[in-house]
Structure formats: C-alpha cells, structure tokens
C-alpha cells in the first residue's frame, strides 16, 4: 500500500481529477480493513462436541452400545449434544474485534476533486485525494494536513490520550481519530490495509487468548479419571479371567465398570455452573461473553484498570474557584446547572462571573440534558466549567451571539494551555504552571494552588489582556504573553462510589491493581491516591520509561499500586505479557480500539459497556454496564464461587465412586463368593439417573463468606483437599454403609459368614438395600459437599434451595426405582427388607457425622 501521496494527477488545491482517483481506486482497492475470515457457525459448533471430554464421553457411549446397553449409550450421547448447543448458544457472538474496526470509517468524506468540494463514500477514497475537514467529522484515511484552522484532533481511541492534540501543517492523522474543533484539509496518504487502523486490526487478529485456568485444569482431571476408569477395567477383566468367566462375558463386564467410572455429569454440571454465574454477574452489571471467563475472573491475581470512567465517575465538577478578590465554594449535582455557588466573604459577584466567563469562553464542551438526566457533550471537563458559568448566571448563548470568536489557539500537549480572542480581548486557560509564568502578577495564587492540589483536586489557571492594534495575534506564543490573572478554578472528578473498597477487597483477596492510564502522571497520580490505590510508597511510571526487556518490566510492575502514565497500546500488550509470564493471571480493562490487543492478550479482557468502543467490547471476555472497577471485584466473587462450586461436585461424585466401586473390590477380594451388592446398571442409575440434579444444584451455590479472602485458588481441581475428603472420609463412609445394608439384609435372614450366600428374590432384595444405602448416602454428601469448613448444621439447610428440590427429587426417584417392577427388574434388584432398609436410611446420620467430624479435626489442626 502506497502511503506517500503523489501529486501527478493533481494540481495543487485542486485535488485529484475523477479520473485519477477511478485508476487509483481500480489498483489499490477501496478504502476498507481487511476482514479476517470467519469461523463458520457449524465449526463452532462442532468444536463444542470434539473436545477432549466430549471425545470421552462418545467412546463411553460407544462402550455402552457394546457392552450391550443402548439406552446408556443415548443417554451419554444426548448429555454431550444438549451441552454442546447450550455452550454454543452462550458463546455464538464471535471473536469479531477486527471486522468491527471497520465501524469506524465513516461511509462518507468532503473531498475537493476536479476542483470542486463533493462528498463521496468513504470507501472511495485513495492516495492524493484533498479531504476537507471540520468540526465533528471522524477521519476516514491517514491524512497528512495541509490547511489548518484552530484544528483540535481527539485521538484516543489509538493512543489513550484523553486531551485533543493540535493538527499542524505537515502532521499526519491517523483514521479513526475525529475532528473536535476547527477545520482544515490534509491529502490522503494511507488507505484501508496501509492506515494505522488497519495496524491495530492486525494486532488484534495476532493476540490469542491463553488456554483459561479451569480448561486447562479440567483436561487434567478428565485425563486422569479416563486413565483411572480404563485401569480399573481392564483390571476387572482380568479378574473376571481368572474367576473362569468367558472372555466375551468378562468384556462386557469390564466396559461396563469403565462407562460406570466416567463422570457423565462433569460436563453439564460445569457448563450449569458457568451459565449460572454469568446470569448473577449480568445482574450485577458484568456481561459475560465467554462461559470459561467466569471461572477465570475467580484466578485472577491482577488487575490493570483505567482510570477515567472506571475507578472515576468521568463526571467532572467544580467544586472551588479563586480569584485575586476572593473565592467561592461550589454546590452541585454533577452536570446539574441549578447548582449553587457560595461567594467567600464579600467576594464581589462580578469577579466570580468573569472567571467563569473566560474559562467557558475558552471550552467547546457543554452541559445537555438527555431524558431527564443531564450529561457531558465533549469534554466532561470543559462541560464542567460551562456548568459553573450557568451556575452563577452567565447567559452563554447571548455572549457567544454578542461577541463571537475572533481566533482560536487550542490546547497544545507541549504549551498546556489554550486561548481564544474574542473582540480586542485574549482569554487564555490551562495548567497552571504553564499560566502563571506567563502573568504579571500572581499574588496569593501559588499558596492557593498549593491547598487546592493538596486536596487531590485538578485546578486550571485562567488568565487575559486586552489587545492593541485590533489585529489578532499571529499566533499563540504572540498572544499568550503580559497576562493578567483572573483566578484559578478547582476540578474534581469523584471516585466511584465503592471504589476504595473495592481495591481493598483485591488486596485482602491476594490481587495486585494497578493503573494504565494515556492521562498526565500527576492526575493520574492524584486520583490513585484518592481511590487508595496507593498507600505507602510512590511507583508512577511513564509508557516511554518502561524498560525494553521483558523479565525487566515484570520486575518493575509485579507490586501492588503501580501506576503507569501515558501508556500506549504496545505498552498495554507488553505489561500483559510480561505479568502473565511471571505466572499471574492478567485482568485487562480498556475502552477504547486501542485496547483491543491487549484485551485479546490479557487472560480475561474487560470492556466498558458505556463508555467503550465496539471494538473493544467484541475483544473482551467481559464487559462492565456500568464502567464501574467494584462491579469487577463482585465478578471475582462470584469467578471464585464458580471454582469452589466444580470442587464440590468432584468431591460429591468421587464420593458416589468410591461407594460404588467397594462392592467390584469386595467380589474380585473374595474371588467371587460375595455376591455384586450392586451392578453395572445400578451404578450407572446413580451417575445419569439420581446424582445429576444434585450435583446442578451444588453446581449453583452462591458465593461464600470467605469467598474474597485469601488469595485465588490457583491449585488443582482434583488436590489432595478433594481426594482425602472423597477417598479418605466421606467415601469410606458411605460404601461401608452400602456394604452394612447388603451383608446386614442376608444375616436378618439367617445367614451366617460361614455359609454360602443364597441367591434369589434374598439377593434382590439386599441389592435394592445396598442401592438404598447408596442414594441416601449421596442425599446427605450433598449437604456436606456444600462447604469445605462448615457443617450443614452450621451453614444451614435451606442456603440452597435448589438443592432441597434436588434432593427430594433423588429421594422419589429411588422410590420409583424401587418399586417400579419392571424397571427394578432391569437394574437386577427388588424393594429392600425393613432390616436392610433400615440400615441404608442410616447411611445418612452416618455420613453427616464423618463430615462434622472431619471439619472440626481439621478447624482444631488450624487453630
């Protein structure tokens, strides 16, 4: 792509002939980005059936129809096919960052061609063309200005950086930017692929997101329950060998215990469980758009936040003015003009109009109302200052009628002032070390400047003169000298409400929190002390001083409270990287297109819903309604709860596993002469039929007390917590209740140790009271399952509802089962004795008392 402009074909302010541009337009192409290729719907869809437990679940539904039990198998597979349309219908809005770039080229241009001004689809545009420009307009090329008038650019969707910059003759503007102020024209020197747009688009497409904490731990413990299951049956067929069955028979038998052993409800119950956080965080104001990022936001371990909007209202208000006279206190509701200003003293009236006057006189930004709320057009700043001068009375629009602006000096980064000349006077606003220099007398101005900056308030000088000779300056160094001050006005922009404790809420949760901001350090500075980001000693960085090296800058930014000024977004991707490469999990907020590829970097990417731009919002996992940091830190709450939520339902089904594998081991044990107190299918009945709703239902439980306490469980899913709790407590428990209701059903009949065990209706019956024991058993696990530390008797019965219903539900189902002749008859058992009933109702008391046992062993270890 070509991106200086030629001149043949033009003549000078003229613009190109429409013949010239057809040739162009015909050999570079139009003036669109490049969009990346779409993944098709069905591929989408396919992979949410072809992953690694998906791919288990297929083979175990293939086992099911070969071991001779089809109704297993469809059920498997409908498990599988239901999870992966829900999983899709969640995520079906695509990774679409870049082709939503496109957004932000206007679809039309003022262009001066054959010596005409006309306006053209942007798309038309080429190399050469003479775009005209003025207020409001969004910038469809990077143009390289020729003409410019008191041209005032907003850059900061690319670049960050919130204050308009100054378009000069010879500067380049970049697509995507827009006009704020003035006017002027530039040549096209860039198109489409070859605009600074299209280089972010790029970085875009070229930052993938890392593998999330719970997929990749999931694949753990998939791969071990696999390796497990397909041990523990071909282990089975052997045994089934030796004790003389047939080799087709023992088959069978082993696949049946391998299928048995697959944790078919893993799936649905953490996909349940992931949708249900993402519906309690959208009503608390956090969009999810990927189900695994809710468990990531649980593992964070930092977060990089804007500022403005974010940790700020971004509602700028007045809240102090000086001047030489006297000052004033302000009273107000954010952009509210009926505000009330309170004069000091006998400060007079008029000197207070004045100030407000100039500093109005020297801002486009204004105060609107919208419905019933009233809100900031452009600048909140400068929409602040207009507030305080209808505040105290000044009629703008009849003194923007009566004496119009003359000339325009907008802000300049390098001189941090603006001014405007208005009849034979110059009004000059800006920061007050670039303003006070320039006055003749100063007076108490630097000892209140001083006491309103140590109040963490943004003050603004605003200075004038009278202008002789009735020419306007030639330009603003010419103008802005011999200035007579006229006071100093007090901006405050708030903290969110919640702000500071929500950064202390990541403290004591083991996050780290620091600021990324495009503004100045010393505002940015300011306000992290106000929200208590910073509390002891001071790390504000510059974007531009941050070290090349990458083990370097994790060094320098891996502490609590760092801030880093005028960052631009290569800097965001690097701190992303350089922080995930020192192990953390990497939050990233952003709202504007130049966040995009940091967002797409950061493990879990945040948008602003209000304030963010489309690209930003389609790069993210998340994004914020309200633009608020504490409506991150609840996300975490609840990313956490997620964690603890697929803890509980591997310890409730490692339990079930443990009951329901003693009785093969006490059969291969006694090779054979104790009868299977339960089958294959009985087991299976337990996995798909009476364990799955409770484990939804555990699957759902809301966050706890201690959720934000403590840095994020990083460790594993499957640790030594879950396995000691399933394999050495609650498991042991229950299969020895299981194995109680089926021997104690025999020895109420008679039967003694010594004697062979007898068959018939006897052995149906005691199997109906070893299934019996078992679904009892697993009702009462629930209830332990639902913390790690506190008893059902301390944390309570009814904290979760839809558990109660789950549980009642398992408790009819086992009845059904039961009772129900034909389907009692397939699962090869009959209603227990009322002695072996007895014994399986009791598995409960049983199995509540190892767990309160347990938990208070372990609170007297940790005390």
Request: aromatic share 4%; hydrophobic share 50%.
């Amino acid at each position: 792509m070509t991106t200086t402009a030629p001149k043949a074909g033009s003549a000078p302010g003229s613009g190109l002939s429409s013949a010239v541009a057809a040739e162009r337009l015909a050999r570079d192409g139009p003036n669109t980005l490049s969009a990346a290729t779409p993944v098709p719907a069905w591929r989408r869809l396919a992979s949410q059936m072809v992953h690694f437990f998906a791919l288990m679940l297929w083979a175990a539904g293939v086992l099911a129809f070969v071991a001779g039990l089809p109704q297993l198998g469809v059920a498997i597979f409908v498990v599988v096919v239901v999870n992966g349309i829900f999983a899709f219908v969640q995520e079906h809005r695509a990774e679409r960052a870049a082709q939503r770039l496109r957004d932000l080229l206007p679809r039309r241009a003022t262009v001066r061609r054959d010596g005409h001004r006309m306006v053209v689809e942007a798309s038309t545009l080429v190399v050469g063309d003479v775009v005209l420009l003025d207020a409001g307009d969004r910038i469809s090329a990077d143009l390289e200005l020729d003409h410019a008038r008191s041209l005032s650019i907003d850059v900061s969707t690319l670049t960050g950086e919130s204050v308009p910059v100054v378009g000069r003759p010879g500067d380049t503007l970049r697509a995507g930017s827009f006009v704020v102020e003035g006017e002027g024209s530039g040549r096209v020197v860039a198109v489409g692929s070859g605009t600074a747009l299209a280089a972010v688009a790029r970085m875009v497409r070229a930052a993938h997101r890392p593998r999330s904490p719970l997929a990749a731990e999931l694949g753990r413990v998939v791969r071990i329950v696999a390796a497990v299951a397909v041990g523990v049956g071909v282990a089975f067929f052997g045994v089934a060998l030796l004790l003389g069955d047939p080799p087709g028979k023992g088959f069978l038998f082993a696949i049946g215990v391998t299928v048995a052993l697959v944790p078919e409800g893993l799936l649905p119950t953490v996909t349940l469980s992931l949708a249900v956080g993402a519906q309690r965080m959208a009503r608390r104001d956090a969009l999810v758009r990927r189900l695994e990022s809710v468990e990531t936001l649980g593992s964070t371990t930092f977060i990089c936040t804007d500022k403005t909007g974010t940790l700020t209202r971004n509602e700028m208000s007045v809240v102090r003015i000086w001047t030489p006279l006297g000052g004033a206190s302000v009273r107000g509701e954010g952009y509210v003009p009926e505000g009330e200003v309170r004069p000091d003293g006998g400060t007079p009236i008029d000197a207070l109009r004045r100030l407000a006057l100039a500093a109005a006189r020297c801002s486009t930004g204004r105060a609107a109302r919208r419905g019933d709320a009233w809100v900031a057009q452009g600048d909140p700043t400068e929409a602040a200052l207009d507030v305080l001068a209808r505040r105290l009375g000044v009629d703008l629009p009849a003194e923007r009628a009566r004496r119009p602006i003359a000339a325009r000096f907008p802000f300049d980064p390098e001189r941090r002032r603006m001014s405007v000349v208005i009849g034979d006077e110059l009004h000059v606003k800006g920061a007050p070390d670039s303003v006070l220099p320039l006055c003749t007398d100063v007076g108490e101005a630097p000892a209140r400047l001083e006491l309103m900056t140590g109040a963490g308030l943004r003050v603004l000088a605003v200075a004038g003169r009278r202008l002789v000779g009735g020419e306007p300056p030639a330009g603003a160094l010419d103008a802005e000298r011999d200035l007579e001050l006229i006071g100093l006005v007090a901006i405050e922009d708030p903290p969110r409400d919640g702000v500071s404790g929500a950064i202390a809420a990541c403290r004591a949760a083991g996050i780290r929190v620091a600021m990324l901001t495009g503004d100045h350090p010393a505002t940015a500075r300011a306000i992290a002390r106000e929200v208590g980001l910073v509390t002891g000693t001071e790390r504000v960085v510059l974007g531009r001083d941050l070290p090349d090296d990458e083990d370097a800058l994790g060094e320098l930014l891996d502490h609590d409270g760092v801030v880093v000024a005028r960052v631009s977004p290569e800097h965001k991707l690097r701190i992303a990287g350089a922080l995930q490469a020192r192990g953390h999990v990497v939050a990233m907020t952003g709202d504007g297109v130049n966040d995009g590829p940091a967002l797409q970097k950061a493990d879990i990417g945040i948008a602003m819903g209000r304030t963010g731009t489309d690209v930003a919002r389609e790069a993210s996992d998340l994004v914020l309604l309200d633009d608020d940091f504490s409506t991150i830190v609840a996300a975490v709450e609840q990313g956490r709860a997620t964690f603890s939520n697929v803890r509980r339902f591997l310890t409730y089904h490692l339990t079930d596993n443990v009951a329901e594998l003693t009785p093969f081991l006490v059969w291969a044990l006694s090779g054979g002469r104790v009868p299977l107190a339960l089958g294959v299918l009985q087991v299976l009945s337990l996995d798909i039929g009476t364990d799955l709703l409770p484990a939804l239902a555990l699957g759902a439980e809301r966050p706890g007390p201690t959720a934000l306490r403590g840095p994020p469980m990083r460790g594993r899913l499957l640790d030594r917590g879950v396995l000691r709790r399933a394999f050495g407590v609650l498991g042991p428990t229950e299969a020895t209740m299981v194995m109680a209701a089926f021997v104690t059903t025999f020895l109420a009949a008679g039967w003694r140790p010594a004697s062979p065990f007898p068959g018939g209706h006897l052995t149906l019956a005691a199997s109906g009271a070893a299934f019996s024991a078992a679904v009892i058993g697993q009702a009462a696990n629930a209830f332990a399952c639902r913390s790690e530390h506190l008893t059902p008797f301390r944390l309570g019965w009814f904290g979760n509802r839809m558990l109660l219903g789950a549980v009642g539900t398992e408790l009819a189902a086992l009845a059904v089962l039961l009772v129900a002749g034909p389907v009692a008859r397939l699962l090869e058992m009959a209603p227990p004795t009322s002695a072996g009933f007895a014994v399986a109702v009791l598995a409960a008391p049983a199995v509540l008392a190892a767990d309160a046992l347990d938990k208070a062993r372990r609170r007297r270890r940790s005390s």
